[in-house]
């Protein structure tokens, strides 16, 4: 049984930075998902261990956002930069037992869920 423990949400102005943790172990695709009141869930960044720590963004977060693994501490940390109002949202961390084609920004690929850390981006 996988278990995901989240942590680092909060209110922060436009412009600014929060930086999400999720752990885990014993995966090997993690995840992050964000769903806006009246909004669909929608995939925010991928890493897959399996292929060498490759990653995966969604347009909307490119450049702006960055996902990381920190192997030693079963730890993986979003970071947020240049946040938008868009941004606010209920963050959910996932993860899948294996990597590879099935990494990808679909929630329907992951079987693991944390429960969910808010984040709110005033203008």
């Known amino acids: 049984q996988v278990q995901l423990v989240e942590s680092g949400g909060g209110s922060v102005q436009a412009g600014g930075s929060l930086r999400l943790s999720c752990a885990a172990s014993?995966?090997?695709?993690m995840g992050w998902f964000r769903q806006a009141p009246g909004k669909e869930r929608e995939g925010v960044a991928t890493?897959?261990?399996?292929?060498?720590?490759?990653?995966s963004y969604a347009d909307s977060v490119k450049g702006r956002f960055t996902i990381s693994k920190d192997n030693a501490k079963n730890t993986v940390y979003l970071q947020m930069n240049s946040l938008k109002p868009e941004d606010t949202a209920m963050y959910y961390c996932?993860?899948?037992?294996?990597?590879?084609?099935?990494?990808?920004?679909?929630?329907?690929?992951?079987?693991?869920w944390g429960q969910g850390t808010q984040v709110t981006v005033s203008s």
């Open positions: 014993g995966t090997y695709c």
């Open positions: 996932a993860a899948r037992l294996y990597g590879g084609r099935w990494c990808t920004l679909f929630a329907s690929h992951f079987s693991y």
């Open positions: 890493i897959d261990i399996d292929s060498g720590g490759s990653t």
